[in-house]
């Protein structure tokens, strides 16, 4: 416990029936609890301030530096609850850490690794009736993120920075629940480069993929995927989410990182796999490999995975002119399924924490 937080409880909680009527259906992402977490960073004081205070709207300078220039990151992470009532987050000190690599490329201070989970844990347990049962693998979703709060449109590094956490009821992400997604491949847009942002969890890069996801859902499809900039020819990832492929000789492929999201739960996967017996291979994967392997049947599974999506396996891949659908196109394949089971139970309290990836908050 390093840092000094002061909670003031919010004058207008809502009712206990209320927030059952919101878990019975929470969806993704509509829904917010009573708190948030506060904590403000200035170069004389550093990081100071820290506090939980009612959920509610922020009041902005229309010339705070986040809405110009878009320095700011965040992160994505879960609490759940076991069926003893309490009350696990998975691997938050990766969070944590990555939360630091995006800061990093963001010209942010650091924010210790420490004090993000503590800030975390004491949300959290404040708002700790707002984590649903874990029937219908429903969680507290909790959303982190740092902005430049300074006033001042010269563009440098904020000499006003605020972290905060917010979260939110989760039911699943995708609405048809777990069922093959049909992606779109993009051949014009990218997601980042060489020295660019990719492996910061920052704001720019969701904005720069909307409008291949709107490409992909006029095409028909739910989600989308990138490519390499350099070369247009290695699978990087889609949208919020990493890929794997799986061969029919039980071997395994995901992308290599350097200039995609360095998932919790993609690095979580290669533990997993590696522990059933599969050999897990992370390098560069070429979208003609996707294509071959999967007509050939050489690829019997494609799936994506991340905190939001868990494991959502992969049917069809569609692009300008074509697509292809692997053999588990209308079921998800049963690595997938092995895999996210096995992953779930983990989180949700089910098996044994063999890897020591929960962390408990009360
Ligand atoms: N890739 C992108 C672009 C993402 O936004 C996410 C989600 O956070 C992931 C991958 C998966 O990361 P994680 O497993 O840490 O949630
Ligand atoms: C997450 O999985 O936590 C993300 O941030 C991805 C986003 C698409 C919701």
Known sequence: MTLDITTTASDSPRSE??????????????????????????????????????????????????????????????????ADGSIWTFRPEENAKRMTRSSHRLAFPVLEPDDFVQAVDELVQVDQ?????????????????????????GVRPAQHVTFMVIASPAGAYFKGGVKPLTLWLTEDYTRAG????????????????????????????????????????????????????????GHVVTPETGTILEGITRSAIIELAQKKGHQVEERKFSIDEWREGVASGD??????????????????????????????????????????RDLVD???GRADDAFGWMHRVC
């Open 346 to 348: 983990i989180q949700y």
């Open 17 to 82: 029936s209320e927030v059952a009527e919101i878990l019975a259906n929470p969806g993704f992402g509509t829904y917010f609890t009573d708190h948030m977490f506060t904590l403000e960073w200035t170069p004389g004081e550093g990081w100071h301030g820290g506090r939980i205070t009612k959920y509610g709207p922020l009041s902005l300078d229309p010339a705070t530096a986040v809405l110009h220039y878009a320095q700011e990151t965040f992160e994505g992470m879960k609490a759940y609850r076991h």
């Open 194 to 249: 060489r020295g660019g942002m990719g492996a910061a969890k920052t704001g720019g890069n969701y904005a720069s993929s909307l409008v291949a996801q709107q490409e992909a859902t006029a095409n028909g499809c739910d989600q989308v995927v990138f490519l390499d900039v350099a070369e247009g020819k290695y699978v990087e990832e889609l949208g919020g989410m990493n890929m794997y492929f799986v061969y029919a000789d």
């Open 299 to 340: 690829i019997t599974e494609v799936f994506a995975c991340g905190t939001a999506a868990v494991v959502t396996p992969v049917g069809t891949l569609k692009w300008d002119g074509g697509e292809v659908s692997g053999k588990a196109t209308d079921d998800a394949g049963p690595l997938t399924m092995e895999i996210r």
């Open 129 to 153: 009736r707002w984590v649903p049962e874990g029937a219908g693998e429903k969680s507290l979703y909790i959303r982190p993120f740092m902005i430049a709060s300074e006033a001042f449109l």
